[in-house]
């Protein structure tokens, strides 16, 4: 059973190759040059709601004493952190961006908690882990900048044990109308402009950001994810929207 699931995975890998380094240097190249003001931006660019999202993700976590939590895309190692405020477990935080784990790890310094917050730079669609290695896998916005989002569940899902429970925290797009229309503006044209003054590295993210959510929402809507991850072991899947759909928490467990 083990060497089918090693086969599969690596020809997604083969297929999803050639694009992916393409996805990986746009995601270090916007999140290199804001590492330093990261958590400070993040929060005020989503109205005060980034800190409130985040630890709504953490409190879906059915954490053991002792239990291992793998933390993808950690960036400034915010979710770690917060993980670590609530649990006592060990938690790996694992990023591209060299910037962003720099921060990370000034911020775990600052708390002390080296011992249990370890930092590691990689790819999500290869994560450098055994099968079945970590209790728990919780991934935040990270699907709009990998090549091919099936093949990474995938790998997501490879790496967690039996029982253990996959989470994540994704942008989405406002359901009702009128809310549509303002998430519209604002990420096409205030977001845009209010960046500016900011910095040149913030300008690209607040440039970026509502095509790329827009773009992907609509490939890839909750419904085509929640399939991809019960195709991929998590047989019940649950989804949360926040803020009127401008977040969308999704958590479950995988199979035994
Ligand atoms: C929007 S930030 C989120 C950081 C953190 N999770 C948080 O909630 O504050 C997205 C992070 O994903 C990382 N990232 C993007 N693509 C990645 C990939 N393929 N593998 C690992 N990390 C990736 C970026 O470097 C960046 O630090």
Known sequence: MKTKKREDRSASLAESQPAVPVRRILAQDLFDGVAPSYDTWAQVLTFFQYLRWRRFLVSRMALRPGNLVLD????????????????????????VSHSMLQAGLRAIEKRSLDGRIQLTQGRAEHL??????????????????????DATIRELSRVLKPGGELLSLEFGIPETLWVRALWLIYNRVVMPVMTIPVSRGWHRIGCFLGPSISDFCQRYPVDRIAA???????PLVEARRLLRGAAIVMWGTKGR
Not at 72 to 88: M, N, Q, Y
Not at 129 to 135: Q, R, S
Not at 228 to 234: H, L
């Open 128 to 149: 450098p882990f055994p099968d079945e290695t970590f209790d728990t896998v919780v991934f935040t916005y990270l699907l709009r900048y990998v090549q091919d989002p």
């Open 72 to 95: 993808v895309c950690t960036g400034t190692a915010g979710v770690a952190l917060e993980i670590a405020d609530h649990h006592d477990g060990r938690i790996v935080g694992l990023d």
């Open 228 to 234: 991809i991850w019960r195709e991929n072991g998590i």
